[in-house]
């Protein structure tokens, strides 16, 4: 347990690093700026830090380059040479190994969540938000994100699995919606979460939709991914219009029910949070069941804190 003493050292020290992300300085040149030795510098960041020089600069700039896909028009390209990558395939490969998906497809999300797992909790801090608590997430971020997040790793441990695994019958069914869905196999239970998001979406849109789901050919791990990708960045764009406006009590007529009904845009959220929370811990029992070695029980603070701890951050100017 680190003291004040250690956490004041390693906000100087990581500082240091923090400014260097547009400079080619090396270890021995952030040493002399905090007025010790590479070796002495290097030692006392790891034990403060918890984290060496080389890797925070790295991590910084890949939660700088993540921020840049989402919030500015910077090309891919660009961002890649402004994170220090000769190439944009070496810089697409890092990306995806650190945030688990492709450059390209993390700008369509515009997901705001841009901070890498990290023990020291020291990130990336967005241009012109206070020292503290500038990013921080509230319930809606929380319930959504953690939705999503733990939707995309769900189907990322049923893309291991074989098509007879996908439909094996589960040993327990708990029909939580009977009138509507079936949750005999988990190809049914990640279908029921996506199709969920993507109804409640063309309902809040007005789009038409077949409320029949999709082609076999579309019920795939893969192809699911891809669908959910899709509809979160819709899903997600109306209902933070509605968080920003305090406009949860608001009602819209959901056109696809028949005969028409009202609903509340609050009401709705609540729906698809609960329901989906209940079907994403029954696909991560039946993922177990089937010998996956998953981590994690489907926490929202599992979420929190692998994607935006924020106990403590060091500012990073971006131009």
Same mark, same amino acid.
Request: with cysteine; proline share 5%.
């Given at each position: ?36 030795? +590479?070796?002495?510098?290097?030692? $006392? /960041?790891?034990?403060? #830090? ?6 925070? &600069? %790295?991590? !910084? ?71 503290? +608590?500038?990013?921080?997430?509230? $319930? /809606?971020?929380?319930? #959504? ?6 939707? &995309? %790793?769900? !189907? ?164």
């Amino acid at each position: 347990m680190h003291n004040e003493d250690d956490h004041g050292t390693a906000d100087r020290l990581s500082a240091i690093v923090a400014n260097s992300l547009d400079t080619q300085a090396k270890t021995e040149d952030l040493a002399r700026l905090a007025y010790q030795s +590479r070796t002495q510098f290097h030692r $006392l /960041f790891r034990a403060v #830090a918890e984290e060496t020089p080389g890797a925070m &600069r %790295r991590r !910084l700039r890949l939660e700088r380059a993540a921020y840049q896909l989402a919030y500015t028009g910077m090309s891919v390209t660009d961002v890649a040479l402004d994170a220090n990558f000769g190439s944009l395939e070496a810089f697409s490969r890092a990306f995806r190994r650190a945030f688990r998906i492709s450059p390209s497809l993390y700008r369509r999300m515009r997901d705001p969540h841009f901070h890498l797992p990290s023990s020291n909790k020291i990130h990336f801090l967005t241009p012109g938000s206070p020292t503290k +608590r500038g990013g921080d997430m509230d $319930l /809606f971020d929380r319930f #959504a994100g953690n939705d999503s997040w733990h939707t &995309r %790793r769900l !189907l990322e441990y049923a893309s291991t699995l074989t098509e007879e695994q996908l439909d094996r019958p589960l040993p327990t069914v708990v029909e939580l919606l009977p009138w509507r869905e079936s949750n005999k196999t988990l190809r049914q239970l990640l279908e029921n979460i996506i199709f969920t998001k993507e109804v409640w979406t063309a309902a809040l849109s007005g789009a038409e939709m077949d409320t029949k789901g999709p082609p076999m050919s579309q019920r795939s791990p893969q192809a699911m991914l891809q669908r959910l990708e899709k509809t979160d960045v819709e899903l997600h764009r109306i209902l933070c219009d509605v968080r920003n406006r305090s406009a949860w009590d608001d009602t819209f007529v959901d056109a696809l029910c028949e005969p028409a009904e009202t609903f509340t845009f609050g009401g709705v959220f609540a729906h698809i949070m609960t329901f989906n929370a209940h079907r994403r811990l029954m696909a991560l029992d039946a993922l177990r069941q089937l010998g996956i070695q998953t981590e994690g029980f489907g926490d929202p603070m599992e979420y929190e804190e692998s994607v935006a701890p924020w106990d403590r951050r060091v500012a990073v100017k971006t131009p």
